[in-house]
């Protein structure tokens, strides 16, 4: 098959991607977010503090109401068969029911979140355990949810009043007894504060908020930030905030400021160190006591009162007192007295139906209140919403849930009846003639609204009549209010064209048909508002308890509120200076005036109290100033960045050189640190700050200090000084590897193994669809190889084509009953130039083939024949390089079938030549039904037993079908219509013949061998109605094997045309096998095939397993050389972004690679040519498209590079596979298209070509008597063996991470080339499970200390060292029993058992490591010789695994591989997962992730790790400690399972609905 044309040998389909573009391609189908700014505090409540007068219901003004002229109307939003066809149908398959996986998936996520919602709040109030009355424990946020349901200031004692004012002029400590109010104090400090905030804002003055500090709470972006002080100090340190921006500091339990507390730390490096022009923010302590030690009371008070800046005040007496609140423009609106409710008419249909449904409840309900209240428009449209087809989903969803959780199970019945319930009331809305909302301008009337809205609608014309920067808030007590409400004003009766409409709900869930809304719509429907895309919101609760709502001038309560702190709270989002609050009440309802009198009483009540102040009590006496607590850090130096004022000092550089440290890439289970060494120099401490192997910066050395705390901060300063140098920390002080890390996730390189979508598939080669009429011919020969499987005599075929055919390999075909033959195609090499006489016979001949063997007529065409058939010679010596093809062509048969087309095909009924001839000529030919396409026969001979009109005999082949008649002889053998057979004779003298009807071929590539139809095949006919064929029954024998034989040819072409895209010569049985996906879920290893097509030949599974393992080595081996500075956590980035199934996918979609992909069996229908003209006979036509997986897809890209290896494995020749990964990846950090290359790539660094040290020679002299190599380089030996705790100051060399990382990958293969050549049928599950052995640190830790590499190992950390040799103990003694087990049976100790050391605790992680780093470092030193590694395999690992049976189950060892084995076979349950959730950080360091194990809905496991791999191992480790040894009967009662799996009697639907997800 001819290449195309390229640039360059090396030249790729795909052009070259740099890393960036390759990021690119990743990060587009998932739409990543990037991070947002830095904390930056938003105004939250208005204060109530101040002074008004006050007004009685009286004393309310009416509402005024604006009539103007109506606005100009808008668009509105929106309101019997032919003859010779054959009948006969597809083999019958099962219809594959639709999988419930996403439904479970989705029931599962949504248990999950709730669950990592209730952990949150459980580790929220674990972390502050107290009873609900001690208030002064609590946080802001349980205040404000208290405050909904009491009056939280209705009677403030005279001491809260007392220090509250004091506080208001001076910094003070409130001391006072627990549970008596010192919470309410700070909260009226707040309000306070926040009052003179507005007015300063109003003044345009900088922004400044309040802190609350409270122990361990989490802060959030308002006006006030409610944090631990820890919090506080890292975002002044950072310079997220500084001192100037805060207005008030509330420290509670101020008693912990001392010392270095974090109290204590952020007045002395921040309050204390301001400008003197700075305006300072206020304090205020709380405690109940000054000290919280044995010490002098006086005194550590008098340090208190300097530390922070206050002074103590308490108090003894409480006296009712008044508090005051800040005045609005208020008015009263009065509405019309509401009429009684009433039943729309849509309203009883629905609840004389449906008031049974529990789903249905709330709406019914509210349509029912609504009448009264809002009108019957607003009554019947709560309905649209309700039924939306969104929103039935959901209720269909809730309708099962409840139903499931119910303890006694209903009748399933009652389930379905309450779903088509839900089906019928959708219906009956969607039908429903809704009328549109009615309104009177002149009266503000209406017929199917309430005086209540049409008070609101009159009140709003008015208001947005004109363009106006006014901005409303409607105030509502229902989600489905707002949603009515919003929706109503976008008619253009009601709203205006300057009116912009929005509702403003909370995010909680919600029932039926409320406005669920997420954070994000949240944030942006106040954006919105924000900018005046939306001026008026219909609102909730959740806009009075302190979102961020922009500033308004008109709040309107349409429904009023019930206490104090909601009427004080909506008020507040009024700010502007002519704002208005309107209040809504029912004209006569004294309920509504009530409430009124009520909230105007209560603020009367606090105006007073804040009138009325006793004296102060003070405790004085303080002696102390700053400068005693600051002496001492006098000579501590102190850095403040340029551009964002971040503060560096000594105590807070080593939390930001430790926060750094944490930020560079480590393992999972490495706690990486900063060291420090510490030595003495002239009486003085001075410090070496050593930062880990994968930091930029090796360190720095601290000034000499006295002590060595403090030379320790000094090392850690000038380290840092240096990082912000170098631009390693941001302007924050904050790491800039953090910020990577996303792009970087797993999360972002997954794929939805799950997620099936529709692509194009080729179903012919290309070579079939060149045109023209042929001048040149190639021909193949189709052999049987063995003949007689075939029960009947064959006459090879061949196979002319207009280009040459590559050597295909042998298949079998499967005839049943045992008997199978391989069939060989053999091209021969020589052209055949044909002239026009030949091209008719042959011609003739293959049209011949189609009419009569296959019921398919085709318009003869040269330039469009893909290929012809030709008769073969039996017996025809063939040699493929000399043979001529005209040599081997049975020409009398091309002859006699030309002869017989030329004088009987235009008028075939004509041909009675049978009537003349011998009864010996009528034996063995083969008969056509002209009128049944599905029926054929072979002729025994004449027999003169029966005669035309005698009756069928018994046994004879069933007719079938509506044209059957079996009168007699005559009219079973015809196939005629009454009509058509009314009109012809025929001759009732002729002879009767004997004949065997042909079966109908099934798929002969499938080997299936049911049981024999038990169908007679003998029967009698006569000729005058049938049609006798030309072609020799030998060759139609063949002929009916030639559909499977093109179909298995055509893929082979197909699998090779995808193989020369990509520039790759591969065997075609690999190539085919690269590109077989024979089930939905091929990629499944083990689990129950669904949607299985049989006679596809092996599937991709093997090769994609062989090819997944060079692809890790082939680009570890790659970036090694192009990043040989690069620490292994970029080599691991690097690498997952080339071999993750994303980018493969993405590079399979560019290349159209899923169009070669073969996914559909042969087909019967589907295997004819295509581009011709079918004049008579059934239209077949192969489906041209497929639905693949994302991973599918991948998959195949791993099974390419599989055959690429696998096509010369005898040789040893890998740079086939290495040009297929080139191609796949498409990325410049892989661009080699031969083995040799890499190590072209490869610069040797400076440390490997320095000279080596005496002691690292004696190491490779150590080594090579271990293991015969010679190292040329023995620094890299060193390397291998140094640890990454190890000062690279001694030895000037790297730690064996890189090493480690190119040598995982090595020994990866080494193993796999082992098990995948040692066991060829083994399925990959297998081979996985088994080469988690011999690749597990488990064994190689065991191995390590068998080398005795563990001797020498350089570290610089003794907890290690000690892990080393408690393992060291371990696993000797392991083996000293198991070789004197071995002596004991009368064997040799080296005769041992080889799995030892299953037995025995993992290893630390460093010994497996330097087991893979040496083998990096003999690769690397041997010039990338890979015959190293392998004979380092054979040497040192082999032994081990020579019976691999008894690794059967370390695998089921494994956590994850016990928790799915356990649940899907020894339990039989489908319905389990293990989610994960990922946890993000106040402090903003590194998520971490939650695994949960799910069964049946039940939470029964979880566990918290760094990575989602690391926690799924530990949950599904903790669910083995419950689930291990539980009874199958005990396990279904405990957690409801009723799965069960498939009986082989039933569908197979069954089977494909279990399904656990996997870990």
């Known amino acids: 098959m001819a290449a195309p044309a390229h640039s360059s040998p090396h030249a790729t389909t795909l052009a070259t991607r740099n890393t960036d573009q390759v990021i690119a391609d990743l990060r587009r189908p998932s739409g990543s977010r990037p991070f947002g700014p830095p904390f930056s505090p938003k105004p939250r409540l208005a204060s109530y503090a101040g002074t008004r007068s006050e007004p009685t219901l009286s004393g309310l003004p009416e509402a005024p109401i604006y009539l103007g002229a109506n606005a100009p109307p808008s668009p509105d939003d929106g309101d019997e068969d032919e003859p010779n066809e054959s009948s006969d149908e597809e083999e019958a398959r099962p219809t594959a029911k639709p999988r419930k996986i996403t439904e479970q998936k989705r029931r599962h996520n949504a248990v999950a979140d709730s669950y990592m919602h209730k952990r949150t709040q459980k580790q929220l109030k674990e972390g502050n355990t107290v009873r609900p009355e001690d208030e002064a424990q609590q946080s802001a946020r349980w205040l404000v949810n208290q405050s909904e349901n009491r009056e939280i200031i209705s009677s403030p004692r005279e001491y809260q009043v007392e220090l509250f004012e004091k506080a208001k002029e001076k910094n003070i400590i409130a001391v006072l007894d627990t549970g008596s109010g010192k919470t309410l104090i700070a909260v009226l400090l707040l309000r306070h504060i926040l009052a003179q905030e507005l007015e300063d804002r109003a003044m345009s003055k900088p922004k400044r908020i309040s802190f609350f ?15 631990t002080a820890e919090v506080l100090r890292q975002c002044l340190h950072h310079s997220f905030i500084s001192m100037e921006q805060i207005n008030l500091l509330i420290f509670d339990e101020a008693h912990h400021a001392k010392k270095d507390h974090a109290y204590a730390r952020i007045i002395k490096d921040f309050y204390v160190q301001q400008e003197r022009h700075v305006i300072l923010p206020k304090i205020f302590g709380m405690t109940a006591s000054p000290v919280d030690a044995r010490v002098d009371v006086k005194k550590a008070a008098a340090e208190l009162e300097a530390i922070l800046h206050c002074q103590i005040a308490t108090a003894a007496d409480s006296s009712l007192l008044q508090y005051t609140v800040t005045s609005k423009q208020e008015q009263l609106a009065k509405y019309a007295a509401l009429g009684p409710k009433f039943e729309t008419p849509l309203y009883k249909e629905m609840s004389s139906r449906f008031k049974s449904n529990l789903v249905l409840k709330k709406p019914l309900l509210y349509a029912y209140e609504a009448t009264r209240e809002l009108g019957s428009w607003c009554s019947d449209h709560i309905w649209p919403f309700v039924l939306s087809e969104e929103e039935t989903k959901k209720l269909q969803a809730t309708t099962e849930r409840k139903y499931h959780a119910k303890k006694v199970q209903e009748p399933l019945e009652v389930l379905e009846k309450h779903k088509e319930q839900l089906r019928e009331s959708r219906q009956i809305v969607q039908t429903h003639t809704f009328e549109p909302p009615n309104y009177d301008p002149q009266t503000h009337t209406s017929t199917n609204l309430s005086s209540k809205v049409t008070t609101l609608i009159t009140y709003l014309k008015g208001r947005f009549e004109r363009p106006t920067d006014d901005k409303c808030i409607v105030f509502v007590r229902q989600r489905y209010t707002a949603r009515l409400l919003a929706n109503l004003f976008t008619y253009p009766q009601i709203g205006t064209p300057y009116l912009f409409a929005g509702a403003l709900v909370g995010t909680r869930s919600g029932d039926a048909g409320d406005l669920n809304v997420s954070f994000r719509q949240q944030v942006l429907t106040m954006m919105n508002f924000r900018k005046g895309k939306l001026n008026c919101l219909f609102a909730t609760s959740v806009a009075e308890e302190g979102l961020d709502i922009p500033d308004c001038n008109l709040v309107v309560r349409f429904d009023l509120y019930t206490t104090l702190i909601q009427y ?15 209040h809504m009440c029912e004209d006569g309802n004294q309920e509504h005036h009530q409430i009124i009198r009520e909230v105007r009483l209560n603020e009367n009540i606090l105006k007073r109290f804040c009138n009325a102040l006793p004296e102060d009590r003070l405790l004085t006496g303080n002696s102390f100033d700053m400068d005693h607590f600051l002496a001492k850090e006098r000579t501590h130096r102190v850095f403040k960045h340029p551009v964002t004022g971040a503060k560096l000092t000594y105590k807070m550089s080593l939390a930001v050189l430790a926060n750094f440290v944490d930020s560079l890439p480590h393992s999972q289970d490495t706690n990486i640190q900063p060291e420090y060494v510490v030595t003495v120099q002239n009486k003085q401490f001075l410090c070496e700050a050593i930062l880990p192997e994968s930091s930029p910066l090796r360190g720095a050395v601290g000034r000499p200090a006295n002590t060595k705390q403090v030379a320790k901060c000094s090392a850690a300063f000038e380290t840092c000084l240096k990082l912000v140098e170098c631009k390693y920390l941001d302007e924050y002080l904050l790491p800039i590897f953090t910020k990577q890390l996303p792009a970087m996730r797993n999360a972002l390189l997954a794929v939805d193994s799950k997620k099936r979508e529709s692509y194009n598939m080729k179903t012919k080669p290309a070579m079939w669809s060149v045109g023209g009429v042929p001048e040149v011919l190639y021909l193949t020969i189709m052999t049987l190889e063995t003949p007689e499987a075939l029960d009947r005599p064959c006459q090879p075929m061949g196979l002319l084509t207009k280009s040459p055919l590559p050597q295909l390999p042998s298949f079998y075909l499967h005839f049943g009953a045992g008997r199978h033959s391989q069939v060989s195609t053999t091209p021969l090499a020589r052209e055949w130039r044909v002239n026009s006489e030949f091209r008719q016979l042959i011609n003739t001949f293959t049209l011949c083939i189609f009419d009569d063997v296959f019921s398919k007529q085709y318009e003869s065409d040269l330039s469009k024949m893909p290929y012809f058939l030709v008769p073969i010679e039996l017996g025809a010596n063939v040699d493929i390089n000399y043979t001529h093809p005209d040599q081997v062509i049975a020409w009398h048969i091309l002859q006699s079938i030309q002869d017989h087309h030329t004088k009987w095909s235009n008028n075939p009924w004509d041909n009675k030549s049978w009537q003349t001839e011998p009864d010996e000529l009528i034996k063995d030919r083969f008969v056509v ?10 002729t025994v001979g004449v027999t003169q037993e029966y005669k035309p009109l005698d009756a069928v005999p018994p046994n004879s082949a069933p007719r079938k079908g509506t044209r059957k008649n079996n009168d007699n002889i005559m009219e079973y053998s015809c196939s005629l219509w009454a009509k058509a057979r009314s009109r012809r004779t025929f001759d009732t003298e002729q002879r009767v013949v004997e004949a065997e009807f042909i079966p109908l071929r099934r798929n002969l590539l499938d080997d299936f061998d049911g049981p024999e139809e038990e169908t007679p095949k003998k029967c009698f006919v006569i000729l005058e109605p049938l049609k006798i064929s030309p072609l020799p029954t030998p060759i139609v024998a063949m002929a009916y094997c030639f559909p499977a034989i093109i179909h298995r040819i055509e893929s082979y072409l197909i699998a090779l045309e995808a193989c020369e895209l990509l520039h790759l010569e591969i065997r075609p049985d690999l190539a085919l096998e690269a590109v077989t996906k024979d089930s939905d879920n091929t990629e499944d290893h083990g689990g129950e095939q669904i949607n299985f097509q049989r006679g ?72 004819y040519p295509e581009g011709l003209t079918l004049t008579k006979g059934k239209t077949a036509t192969a489906p041209n498209s497929h639905k693949l997986g994302d991973k599918s897809i991948a998959d195949v890209c791993e099974a390419l590079i599989g055959a690429a290896l696998l096509t010369c494995h005898e040789t040893g ?7 297929a990964v080139t191609e796949l990846v498409s990325s410049e950090n892989h661009q080699v298209t031969a083995f040799a290359d890499y190590y072209k790539l490869y610069k040797k660094p400076k440390y490997q070509l320095a000279a080596s040290t005496e002691m690292q020679k004696d190491l490779t002299s150590q080594l090579e008597k271990v293991h015969p190599y010679h190292f040329q380089y023995p620094r890299l030996a060193r390397s291998a063996f140094t640890h990454p705790s190890y000062p690279f100051s001694y030895e000037h060399v790297p730690s064996y991470q890189r090493l480690e990382f190119l040598g995982d990958s090595l020994l990866d293969m080494a193993c796999i080339n082992f098990l995948f050549h040692r066991f060829p049928s083994k399925d990959p599950q297998w081979l996985t499970e088994h080469k988690m052995a011999m690749v597990s640190n488990q064994f190689l830790g065991a191995l390590c200390v068998h080398l005795g590499f563990h001797s020498h190992l350089l570290l610089f950390n003794l907890g290690v060292q000690k892990q080393i040799t408690d393992y060291v103990t371990d696993i ?27 037995s025995v605790r993992q290893p630390p992680k460093c010994l497996p490591d330097i087991v893979e780093a040496y083998i990096g470092a003999i690769f690397v030193d041997s010039e990338y010789d890979y015959s190293e590694v392998e004979k380092f395999f054979d040497m040192h690992i082999k032994w081990y695994f020579k019976d691999m049976s008894i690794y059967d189950t370390f695998a089921n060892k494994h956590p994850t591989t016990f928790l799915t084995k356990f649940l899907q076979i020894n339990m039989g349950c489908a319905d389990w997962s293990v989610m994960t959730r990922e946890v993000k950080k106040v402090d903003g360091s590194k998520p971490s992730v939650v695994a949960i194990v799910l069964i049946h809905d039940q939470v029964v496991a979880e566990a918290e790790a760094e990575s989602s791999r690391y926690a799924k191992v530990a949950a599904a480790k903790n669910a083995q400690r419950l689930l291990s040894g539980l009874p199958l009967q005990e396990f279904r009662e405990k957690y409801g399972c009723e799965c069960r799996p498939g009986d082989e009697d039933e569908n197979e639907i069954a089977k494909e609905e279990l399904h656990g997800t996997a870990i």
């Open 213 to 227: 500090l409270l122990w361990e709470k989490h802060f959030a972006e308002n006006m006030v930030i409610v944090c």
């Open 568 to 582: 004080i709270q909506s008020r507040g989002r009024a700010r502007h200076t002519n704002s208005r609050y309107i």
């Open 929 to 938: 039904d002209p009128f049944d396409g599905s029926r054929k026969l072979w």
């Open 1096 to 1167: 596809m030949g092996t599937n991709y599974e093997r090769l994609e397993f062989l090819g997944d393992c060079f692809l890790k080595m082939a680009t570890s081996i790659s970036l090694f050389g192009i990043h040989p500075d690069n620490d292994e956590y970029s080599y691991h980035v690097d690498r997952m972004m080339l071999i993750c199934n994303k980018n493969l996918k993405n590079n399979a979609i560019k290349l159209k690679l899923y169009e070669y992909i073969r996914s559909q069996s042969f087909n019967r229908r589907a295997w």
């Open 1213 to 1219: 020749d890998m740079d086939r596979a290495c040009r």
């Open 1372 to 1398: 000797t003694e392991a083996l000293k029993q198991a070789e004197d087990d071995a002596v004991r049976a009368g064997k040799s100790r080296s005769e041992c058992s080889a799995d030892y050391w299953t």
